[in-house]
């Protein structure tokens, strides 16, 4: 690896300078991503019954073959050489699902996954190499679980999905410890706040509910509605909370989705909400500069203090990138591919962008 790219994947994340460094290919659709905090180990899960874990070991960060493949071409009628691809990236395949595996969480030590699945069932599993069987599953729900959250401590294990219940478990021995029928629609996501002692679920309908731990008591309720719409055309419930975060001290709340409606598979136009914890207060709707058709899938804080976001829809992706006190985003980065990201996540020492894409690959960006 050259000193310039040495360089480059050892430096804080410059949006305005981000790059595709590496592509793992899957023969499938991938749903969801976690990265470890070095992003050397990526797990998914995808159109398939099985937890994917790639491990970048030893390979650097950025693929060098990769690199060239990506570079513009000089004008010649010569045909460029042939450029090898890269060493593969050692996978290991974890079995424990009978269906789509859409919901993924890493424990804050990184030594837990937990992982949830189309038809209901919640597995946890060891991150320690080579672990191939879940620890424990869990049949959690009927139909589909679309959120896990691992509590701080590594204690609890909360899961959403379309029966509309959030449920808490603990992790010890997967005893339910608290069950939540307050939505009456399909839930999207759930997280623990920082603290360890509050919970929060959020629906289609942009319902984001704020739970006490460990009674399960209901505080209050924050509105993220403009993220739902009620499709005349269709007669149908589009939209909702699609992506969840808190800041590290847990002082704000993102969520992410889309406003207004463009179909039932395209729910208008990318928006994230970004609230005050402590007053429940919004703060700023961020939107793109350029609208187009495209819901925002996934969030995240960056350790520098500006939220970037995934998403997209048929036609592209892209990522967003936002700071507190401007509408609009200070850098868009489109993404190569004609599908959306649906999912993303950032190494703890934010120097890397996982993407689940929809086309069957999981891209790192630096």
């Given at each position: 690896m050259s000193d310039a790219t040495t360089a480059k994947a050892t430096e804080r994340l410059d949006p305005k300078t981000l790059r595709l460094v590496r592509e793992i290919k899957h023969d499938r659709g991938v749903l969801t991503c976690r990265v470890t905090d070095d992003g050397r180990r990526i797990f998914?899960?995808?159109?398939?019954?099985?937890?994917?874990?790639?491990?970048?070991?030893?390979?650097?960060?950025?693929?060098e073959a990769l690199i060239a493949k990506l570079a513009p071409k000089p004008k010649t009628k010569t045909p460029p050489p042939e450029i090898p691809a890269g060493p593969p990236v050692p996978q290991t395949t974890l079995v424990g699902h009978d269906s789509w595996?859409?919901?993924?969480?890493?424990?804050?030590?990184?030594?837990?996954?937990?992982?949830?699945?189309?038809?209901?069932?919640?597995?946890?599993?060891?991150?320690?190499?080579?672990?191939?069987?879940?620890?424990r599953t869990i049949e959690a729900h009927v139909g589909s679980v679309r959120s896990v959250s691992l509590s701080p401590d590594g204690k609890l294990l909360a899961t959403a999905g379309n029966d509309g219940a959030?449920?808490?478990?603990?992790?010890?021995?997967?005893?339910?410890?608290?069950?939540?029928?307050?939505?009456?629609?399909?839930?999207?996501?759930?997280?623990?706040?920082?603290?360890?002692?509050?919970?929060?679920?959020?629906?289609l309908k942009?319902?984001?509910?704020h739970f006490e731990l460990p009674?399960?008591?209901?505080?209050r309720t924050l509105d993220a509605g403009a993220l739902?719409?009620?499709?005349?055309?269709?007669?149908?419930?589009?939209?909702?909370?699609?992506?969840?975060?808190?800041?590290?001290?847990?002082?704000?709340?993102?969520?992410?989705?889309?406003v207004g409606e463009k179909g039932?598979?395209?729910?208008?136009?990318?928006?994230?909400?970004?609230?005050?914890?402590?007053?429940?207060?919004?703060?700023?709707?961020?939107?793109?500069?350029?609208?187009?058709?495209?819901?925002?899938?996934?969030?995240?804080?960056?350790?520098?203090?500006y939220l970037v976001a995934a998403g997209g829809s048929r036609t592209g992706g892209y990522l967003w990138f936002w700071r507190e006190g401007t509408e609009t985003e200070f850098h868009l980065h489109?993404?190569?591919?004609?599908?959306p990201g649906f999912d993303l996540d950032l190494s703890a020492d934010g120097r890397t962008i996982c993407v689940a894409h929809f086309d069957g690959a999981v891209r790192l960006y630096a």
């Amino acid at each position: 690896m050259s000193d310039a790219t040495t360089a480059k994947a050892t430096e804080r994340l410059d949006p305005k300078t981000l790059r595709l460094v590496r592509e793992i290919k899957h023969d499938r659709g991938v749903l969801t991503c976690r990265v470890t905090d070095d992003g050397r180990r990526i797990f998914a899960g995808a159109q398939d019954e099985f937890v994917h874990d790639w491990n970048l070991g030893e390979l650097p960060l950025v693929d060098e073959a990769l690199i060239a493949k990506l570079a513009p071409k000089p004008k010649t009628k010569t045909p460029p050489p042939e450029i090898p691809a890269g060493p593969p990236v050692p996978q290991t395949t974890l079995v424990g699902h009978d269906s789509w595996v859409q919901a993924m969480a890493l424990s804050a030590d990184r030594s837990q996954l937990a992982t949830g699945d189309y038809v209901g069932r919640v597995a946890v599993w060891s991150t320690k190499p080579g672990a191939t069987k879940p620890l424990r599953t869990i049949e959690a729900h009927v139909g589909s679980v679309r959120s896990v959250s691992l509590s701080p401590d590594g204690k609890l294990l909360a899961t959403a999905g379309n029966d509309g219940a959030v449920r808490v478990w603990s992790l010890a021995d997967g005893r339910e410890t608290i069950k939540l029928d307050e939505h009456g629609c399909h839930v999207y996501q759930t997280a623990f706040h920082p603290d360890g002692r509050q919970l929060i679920s959020a629906d289609l309908k942009g319902v984001v509910r704020h739970f006490e731990l460990p009674s399960g008591k209901l505080l209050r309720t924050l509105d993220a509605g403009a993220l739902y719409t009620y499709s005349e055309k269709y007669t149908v419930d589009v939209g909702g909370v699609r992506g969840l975060a808190f800041n590290a001290d847990g002082s704000q709340l993102a969520c992410a989705g889309a406003v207004g409606e463009k179909g039932i598979a395209h729910s208008g136009n990318a928006r994230v909400l970004l609230f005050d914890w402590k007053s429940g207060k919004l703060l700023q709707t961020f939107r793109p500069e350029k609208e187009v058709i495209a819901t925002a899938w996934g969030v995240r804080f960056h350790p520098d203090g500006y939220l970037v976001a995934a998403g997209g829809s048929r036609t592209g992706g892209y990522l967003w990138f936002w700071r507190e006190g401007t509408e609009t985003e200070f850098h868009l980065h489109t993404l190569t591919t004609r599908g959306p990201g649906f999912d993303l996540d950032l190494s703890a020492d934010g120097r890397t962008i996982c993407v689940a894409h929809f086309d069957g690959a999981v891209r790192l960006y630096a």
